[in-house]
């Protein structure tokens, strides 16, 4: 069975510093990637997702994750941390050749300091 | 273009009731989803319709939750009777097709059973 592992259940950064924020996954089969972002009181945003092809892969708002199958990571960064990347984050991941559910990992809460 | 819509957004009743949640995909997405969020966790797929036949409904507690898409675009969720623990986030998606399709949430229904 598929699992997604998100290390930290909160991280809190200085404005204008790296944001990292670990997922690893378990699945026999590299599945495909996503990395959602929740904002209060609002429904999961897409940020970026990995397929196939080129294992870098860039999203919106200037985030980007890197899918690595030796670790079995998919760990989004920011190079500069702003304000309103306060939010929550989620990894979640889908079987290849599923009908498309997606597991959720539990989240990550990013915290960002003036 | 207009996103997921969900109603209400707020509800509380007490142990034993019951209550309805609905859904409006975006317009012309085939598949729809509604998961549930508690409190600390990320989603967890209750259902998934694809038109209006049930793709996966694996994790659905079927003794008290039922759902249905009438025509292939609507959806309700139902609860009865509701417990303590059905307190939670009910999140409605929708996507064009299956995974990799991205999957577009609604703001979502905060459910309190007291």
């Known amino acids: 069975a598929q699992s997604v592992t998100q290390l930290g259940s909160h991280v809190s950064v200085s404005e204008g510093a790296l944001v990292l924020l670990r997922c690893n996954y378990s699945s026999s089969v590299p599945p495909y990637l996503f990395w959602y972002v929740q904002y209060p009181n609002q429904g999961l945003q897409l940020l970026l997702k990995?397929?196939?092809?080129?294992?870098l892969v860039k999203g919106i708002n200037g985030f980007e994750a890197e899918f690595k199958k030796s670790e079995t990571s998919f760990h989004l960064t920011k190079p500069s941390a702003h304000m309103s990347d306060a939010a929550e984050y989620f990894c979640?991941?889908?079987?290849?050749?599923?009908?498309?559910?997606?597991?959720f990992g539990k989240g990550t809460k990013l915290s960002v300091k003036p | 273009e207009a996103g997921v819509a969900q109603s209400p957004r707020y509800k509380i009743i007490e142990k034993r009731q019951s209550v309805a949640f609905w859904c409006n995909p975006i317009?012309?997405?085939?598949?729809l989803y509604w998961y549930q969020q508690i409190l600390g966790q990320g989603p967890k797929l209750l259902i998934q319709?694809?038109?209006?036949?049930?793709?996966?409904d694996s994790q659905l507690p079927k003794d008290r939750f039922s759902a249905e898409r009438l025509k292939g675009v609507d959806s309700t969720l139902k609860i009865q009777p509701a417990k303590l623990e059905d307190s939670a986030v009910y999140l409605c998606a929708s996507s064009l097709g299956v995974s990799p399709d991205i999957q577009y949430f609604g703001a979502g229904t905060r459910l309190s059973v007291l």
């Open positions: 990995y397929t196939t092809g080129a294992t």
């Open positions: 317009s012309g997405h085939a598949t």
């Open positions: 319709f694809q038109n209006n036949g049930v793709v996966d």
């Open positions: 979640a991941v889908s079987r290849r050749g599923s009908q498309g559910n997606l597991i």
